[in-house]
DNA sequence: TCTGGGGTCCTAGGACCC
DNA sequence: TCTGGGGTCCTAGGACCC
C-alpha cells in the first residue's frame, strides 16, 4: 500500500515558511530568469494565474491585486525539501524520494491508513513549516490520483478499498491521471474515454493498440495492479543537462563561450557529486524563439570522448573546440546549455586496451569541490568562466529571497 | 520589453551482422 | 517462377513526468 506525500503550491509554501508577509496574500513563483509562474498559491490561483503564464501577462494582478512574485530559489526549496525527507524516514520504513516536492512511503500493514495520514501531514506542518496533502492506493497510479483528490480539500484520501476506487474514479478527469499527458488527454477524448474509470474499463487490447505499453501499465495500476515499485535507491542518472535562457541577447561569442563555461563547470560538479564519470559532451544555443522577425540560428554539436573523464578542465576545453566556429556573426543567442552524457560510475568504465584510463585529476578537482562547498559556489574555478560582477548572459532574478536555511549570513534575526 | 529547466522511457526505422 | 530467418545497435521523434 502507497500513501503519496506531496506539499501544496510547494515552492510559494516554502517562500511562506520565512516571509510572513506573503501568507494569505496571492503569491508566485518564477521560474528562473523571472520569465513565467511555476507556482501559485491559493489566492494566485482565484485571481486566474495560470501554471506557465509568462510574467509579462501578470502585471494588471500586481498592480491591481497585490500579486507577490518571488524569484526562483531553489537553494530554499532544495534544502526544505531534504528536511521534510527526514521527518518521513523517521516515520516509515521505506521511502521513494520522486520530486522535490513529492514522497512516496509503504504504509503496508497500517491498520488506522487516514490517522496515521493525518499524523504525517501534522508533523511535517509543525516540524518544517510546510502543508500537504497524503493520498492513499494499492499501486502509484491511485495513490497519486487519491492525492490529487485530497488536494480538493480533505487533505486525506484514502483509496485502498475497491468501493472508495470506484465513487472516486467514477468522475476524476483523465487529463489528471498520472501517465496522461495532453496528448493522450485529446486522443482519449476524442475516443470517448473522459474519465479514470472509463480509461479502467476500456478493452485492453485497443489501449494497447493505440497507446502502447505505457498506458496499459497505467490501466492496470488503474485496475489495482501494481506495476510500478517502490524506487528506495535513486538510479543513476544517465545525463546531466545545465542550460539557461539569458538575461539578455548576446551576440559576443566570447561571452556565450563564457557562459558555456561557467555551465558546464556546474554540470561537472553536479556529476562528481552524485560520483559519475561523462563519456559525451555536447553544447547548444539558439536565438530567441520568441522573436521570429529576429535573424535566427540555432548551434549544437556532441562527440563520445577518448575516455571518460570528470575533470572540469577537460569538459571545458572539449565545449570550447565543440563549439568553436559554430556560432553565427549578427545573431542574438538567448539560450545556451552543455550536456554530460553516458555517464556511468568510473568502476564500471570498460578499460582501453591501449590507454590507461584517467578520469580526470581527483585531487584537484575534489579539493575545487571542498573550497567550494566551504566558502559559497564560485570561490574557486576556472578562468574560462570569467570572472566579470556581471555578465550580460545572467539570468535577472529581480526577487530573489534570501537562501535563509544554507547561508550563514542570510539566517534570519530574530529582534527581541 | 517580457515566455524555465531538467529528466526518463518507448517505438519505429535503418544499417548492419551471420 | 523462385528470392530466409533471426538478431543487435543506433538514432530520431514523440510521449510523459516534475
Not at 493522450?184 to 479514470?196: C, E, Q, V, Y
Request: glycine share 8%; with cysteine.
Amino acid at each position: 500500500m502507497f500513501a503519496l506525500i506531496d506539499g501544496n503550491n510547494f515552492y510559494v509554501s516554502a517562500e511562506r515558511v520565512f516571509s510572513v508577509k506573503l501568507r494569505n496574500v496571492p503569491t508566485v513563483v518564477c521560474s528562473n530568469n523571472d520569465g513565467c509562474a511555476v507556482a501559485r498559491s491559493q489566492e494566485a490561483k482565484a485571481l486566474g494565474v495560470r501554471m506557465g503564464q509568462p510574467l509579462h501577462e501578470l502585471k494588471p494582478l500586481i498592480r491591481d491585486h497585490g500579486l507577490q512574485v518571488r524569484s526562483a530559489n531553489f537553494a530554499l526549496y532544495g534544502d526544505i525539501s531534504h528536511r521534510i525527507v527526514e521527518i518521513l524516514r523517521g516515520e516509515v520504513p521505506r521511502l521513494e524520494v520522486y520530486s522535490i516536492d513529492e514522497n512516496f512511503c509503504d504504509v503496508t500493514g497500517i491498520r488506522d491508513r487516514e490517522a496515521f495520514a493525518r499524523h504525517l501531514r501534522d508533523k511535517v506542518l509543525r516540524w518544517s513549516g510546510i502543508p500537504s496533502c497524503v493520498g492513499i492506493g494499492p499501486t502509484k497510479t491511485l495513490a497519486k490520483l487519491a492525492n490529487k483528490a485530497a488536494k480538493a480539500g480533505a487533505g486525506v484520501v484514502d483509496l485502498a478499498e475497491p468501493e472508495a476506487q470506484a465513487r472516486c474514479l467514477a468522475t476524476f478527469p483523465i487529463a489528471d491521471v498520472w501517465g496522461v499527458g495532453p496528448r493522450w488527454s485529446a486522443r482519449l477524448t476524442g475516443m470517448g474515454i473522459h474519465t479514470a474509470a472509463q480509461l479502467r474499463d476500456a478493452p485492453t487490447d485497443l489501449v494497447l493498440k493505440e497507446f502502447g505499453v505505457v498506458l496499459t501499465r497505467t490501466q492496470r495500476e488503474l485496475q489495482g495492479h501494481p506495476c510500478v515499485e517502490l524506487e528506495e535507491v535513486e538510479p543513476d542518472r544517465k545525463q546531466i543537462v545545465v542550460s539557461r535562457s539569458f538575461g539578455e541577447r548576446v551576440t559576443d561569442h566570447a561571452a556565450v563561450a563564457q557562459a558555456l563555461a561557467t555551465f558546464t563547470v556546474r554540470a561537472a560538479e553536479k556529476m562528481r557529486r552524485r560520483g559519475l564519470v561523462a563519456a559525451g559532451v555536447g553544447f547548444f544555443a539558439h536565438s530567441d524563439v520568441f522573436r521570429p522577425e529576429l535573424p535566427q540560428h540555432s548551434a549544437s554539436r556532441s562527440v563520445s570522448l577518448p575516455t571518460a573523464t570528470a575533470d572540469s578542465r577537460l569538459l571545458v576545453g572539449m565545449v570550447d573546440r565543440l563549439m568553436r566556429g559554430r556560432l553565427k556573426e549578427g545573431i542574438g543567442y538567448k539560450k545556451a546549455g552543455v550536456v554530460l552524457m553516458d555517464l556511468a560510475r568510473p568502476e564500471h568504465l570498460q578499460g582501453d586496451l591501449f590507454a590507461p584510463a584517467i578520469v580526470g585529476n581527483d585531487k584537484l578537482m575534489s579539493t575545487l569541490d571542498a573550497i567550494n562547498a566551504k566558502f559559497g559556489r564560485g570561490t574557486a574555478g576556472l578562468g574560462a568562466t570569467g570572472w566579470a560582477k556581471k555578465p550580460a548572459w545572467q539570468m535577472r532574478q529581480r526577487n530573489l529571497s534570501p537562501c535563509y536555511t544554507t547561508r550563514l549570513s542570510d539566517i534570519p534575526r530574530a529582534m527581541c
